[in-house]
């Protein structure tokens, strides 16, 4: 009897079974094949996650930290209107010395202060005419400035750009937004058809050059050329790196490398008001800002800062692939092989990843998602302005330059520290989805209760509305970035942040008109906030997932179905990976 876990019994056979060192054919004359000849078994084509794993861990995170480290310094370029634009309290120069407290009050007229709920005042404007109050004129030997915040010396103290002049201090702001807009735009494509690293040193170059250029500026009008300029290689630079850093992580670090990238831009900003403090002068500012990225230049030397690997697997270079094939092939350790250059390896030419625009113009999906999240790039950076002066549109007590610098600074490094804690185990959307209900509901307390609201209760509701705003601004370019496949990535993203340039340019408008109509403003922008929070149901979910990589990877990002809990149906990217 055989116990049931015995093996089972096998009749003798009457041919001794073959040695361990000679391999069993089926056929028995055939010769012995050696391990050369065997053949390779079959493998999938090189995936976006595998490219990047190839650069190796401690490549990755040079990388990652290279495209992290200029964030600092473009803060100093993006950042800088607020302070070399601040226009301090001013009257007409009198002759003589120093006048006193009542001779100011008898050398100008009284009039009503400019904007909404703001008391009388000396005027800064007009004066009397030959010390008679009979005659009211305007400054005729220019202006005396109070300067207590910010800059000593800006454009508006330098080139009187107050009273009739006052005009071209918002026309500057337009102009630097219209610039960023265009650099998003123009330069997002470029980096889709050329390559991340050729958009990056073109950016970069350009910046230092119209940076010098702007720091000689000689009058207002080629200051605001110049600065159109600026803007619009700072911007190409911050969105290169911003799409070069992502494709440079797999999943699981999309999100912490986002935050670092963004709490370093916002150290820039904190920094950028110390340089202020210390240098006291707007050329100098600027010119602290471009002068390091002279050093960044250094990224086009070859194998310092390589081409994205994603974007290198959509380009046409075959020889590359089938080579990286085979080397994958035959040894499993590639990704630690320092002798491994494929991916550090300049494109040639005519390497550029084929898009079809009859395919695009037909994805309706990823269209879908771009009008949803550049519509709520618009409405939060629209609204942040309306939250940071609402104080002072509203109650005429505007509160210091430093206490609202400070504030917003501090608001979105708070920002991106809540997303850091919670988009990863909540997701993308949900935290979208309650960032903007936040926004609105801020929006329509200030506005329906504020004569009921305490000074303390309007300062509360206003940081709560600066604060989600900003992180719904912030997230809604992570979340493009990740669902928006890597052959238009560079478009796509470009495209929301230049959608979210739109609704920034509410606040210079606001500025042209004496702020006349803010309440208006901020009803509009308080009903468009809720039309955001229902599109964003539109959107999928893109957390823990490989990025897409062509126009059709991006179509099958989908709303995941509603009732039901299940995953978004995304064949191709749910393939298991044989290198994991």
């Not at 002759?95 to 100011?104: A, D, T, V």
Request: neutral net charge; proline residues 9%; glycine residues 8%.
């Amino acid at each position: 009897m055989t116990s049931p876990d015995s093996p089972p019994l096998v009749s003798p056979s009457p041919c001794p079974a073959p040695p361990p060192s000679v391999p069993s054919s089926p056929v028995p004359s055939s010769p012995a094949p050696s391990s050369s000849s065997l053949p390779v078994p079959p493998s999938l084509p090189p995936t976006g996650e595998v490219m990047v794993l190839a650069l190796g861990r401690k490549k990755q995170r040079v990388l990652i930290a290279l495209s992290i480290l200029p964030n600092l310094f473009l803060a100093f370029l993006l950042s800088s209107d607020s302070l070399i634009t601040l226009s301090p309290p001013h009257h007409c120069h009198l002759p003589g010395p120093l006048p006193s407290l009542e001779m100011l009050n008898t050398s100008f007229p009284w009039e009503k202060g400019t904007g909404p709920g703001h008391s009388r005042g000396p005027s800064q404007c007009k004066q009397y005419a030959n010390g008679s109050q009979s005659a009211v004129v305007d400054c005729e030997a220019g202006w005396d400035y109070n300067v207590t915040e910010g800059l000593r010396n800006n454009i508006v103290t330098e080139w009187d750009l107050v009273c009739n002049q006052y005009w071209m201090v918002p026309l500057e702001e337009v102009c630097f937004i219209l610039g960023v807009l265009t650099g998003c735009l123009s330069l997002g494509y470029a980096a889709d058809r050329l390559g991340r690293s050729k958009a990056l040193l073109t950016s970069l170059t350009l910046s230092v050059v119209f940076g010098v250029l702007v720091c000689v500026s000689p009058n207002p009008s080629i200051f605001i050329v110049m600065r159109f300029c600026l803007a619009a290689a700072s911007a190409g630079v911050y969105l290169t790196l911003y799409i070069s850093r992502l494709e440079l992580c797999e999943p699981s670090l999309r999100l912490m490398v986002t935050v670092l990238a963004g709490l370093m831009t916002v150290a820039g900003e904190l920094l950028l008001l110390g340089v202020a403090v210390g240098c006291q002068s707007w050329r100098g500012l600027l010119g602290a800002g471009a002068a390091p990225l002279t050093l960044f230049l250094s990224y086009g030397i070859p194998g310092v800062f390589p081409e994205s690997p994603r974007w290198l697997l959509l380009s046409e270079r075959s020889a590359d692939m089938s080579s990286f094939g085979e080397r994958r092939n035959s040894n499993r350790d590639v990704r630690d092989d320092e002798s491994f250059t494929e991916l550090d390896s300049e494109p040639s030419p005519s390497s550029r990843p084929h898009l079809s625009f009859p395919e695009l113009f037909h994805s309706r999906n990823i269209w879908k998602n771009i009008c949803v999240l550049g519509f709520t790039s618009f409405i939060s950076h629209g609204i942040s302005h309306c939250y940071s002066s609402f104080r002072s549109d509203v109650r005429g007590n505007a509160p210091s330059f430093y206490w609202t610098y400070l504030l917003s600074v501090c608001a979105g490094g708070g920002a991106w520290l809540l997303l850091w804690a919670t988009v990863n185990r909540c997701g993308r959307r949900g935290i979208l989805l309650l960032f903007m209900t936040m926004t609105g509901l801020a929006s329509l307390i200030l506005l329906g209760l504020m004569e009921y609201l305490s000074e303390t209760a309007i300062t509360v509701f206003s940081v709560l509305g600066l604060f989600s705003s900003q992180a719904t601004a912030s997230l809604c370019i992570l979340f493009t970035a990740e669902i928006m496949p890597t052959i238009i990535r560079g478009s796509g993203v470009g495209t929301v942040l230049a959608l979210g340039c739109v609704g920034r340019l509410s606040s210079p408008l606001m500025d042209l008109r004496n702020h006349y109509g803010y309440f208006l403003h901020h009803v509009v922008y308080s009903s468009l906030a809720l039309l955001a929070v229902l599109s964003i149901l539109l959107l999928p979910e893109s957390k823990r997932k490989p990025l897409p990589q062509t126009l059709g990877d991006g179509e099958q990002y989908r709303r995941p179905p509603l009732g039901r809990r299940r995953r978004d149906n995304v064949p191709l990217l749910a393939t298991p990976n044989p290198e994991t």
